[in-house]
């Protein structure tokens, strides 16, 4: 299938209203189907026709979480987003906050590259924070011009105020937050523990990153 075919076959899955709407929730948030059928109003089993027919259309993937395996989260694909971006705008926050479990490599990169295209405050911390920061994640920092050296894991509960737009960048800490923040499904690298594992995660986050920064707007809310 050529690009124009691809492309052609995107359209169609999204000739339908409920579809599009899946596609434009996802622009900024991992979802699990059920999360996805509350927010929409959509039944169980017409959820389940609609994610199948975008899965097809090559718009979504279905990512088993780290944390509860009992779930499965709604991804949209690279293509997705190169061919929708997202349509949707978020109010500019006073603060943003990378949560993980650990505070050892993906919230400590997500943040540390938020300081390089924003000028919004960002703080990362985890829930079960780790001791020190993970080897692999300071290699991949410095392989793109970012210093971890002085970074340290920190507590949640230590540094958030309450006011932070929060994110969520593993599956552990969404589950376990209580005020369900912005949820992005990175898997972990340290399971890997192989310096493709965290240049993977680290291109994942920042891709996220840059969307999320391109649709804050306004005043800080």
């Known amino acids: 299938m050529d690009a124009l075919e691809t492309r052609a076959h995107a359209y169609a899955a999204l000739g339908d209203p409920s579809r599009l709407a899946i596609v434009d929730l996802l622009g900024h948030a991992d979802l699990a189907p059920g999360e996805l059928g509350v927010r929409l109003g959509i039944p169980t089993n017409l959820m389940a026709h609609h994610l199948q027919i975008l899965e097809h259309a090559g718009l979504i993937t279905r990512r088993r979480s780290e944390g509860d395996r009992r779930r499965t989260y709604v991804l949209r694909t690279p293509a997705c987003n190169q061919l929708f971006g997202t349509t949707s705008h978020l109010r500019r926050p006073r603060r943003i906050a990378f949560i993980c479990s650990q505070n050892s490599a993906r919230s400590q990169l997500a943040e540390h590259y938020w300081h390089t295209i924003s000028d919004i405050p960002a703080v990362s911390a985890g829930t079960h924070p780790a001791s020190r920061i993970h080897p692999h ?14 970074a340290a894991p920190k507590l949640a509960s230590d540094i958030l105020t309450g006011d932070e737009f929060l994110i969520a960048v593993c599956d552990r800490a969404y589950e376990e937050l209580d005020n369900r923040p912005l949820h992005w499904s990175i898997p972990d690298p340290a399971l890997a523990s192989s310096a493709t594992a965290f240049e993977t995660a680290y291109q994942d986050l920042t891709s996220r990153v840059d969307l999320l920064a391109a649709s804050l707007e306004g005043d800080p809310a």
Do not use: N, P
């Open 137 to 150: 994640a300071a290699a991949v920092a410095r392989r793109h011009g970012l210093d971890l050296s002085h």
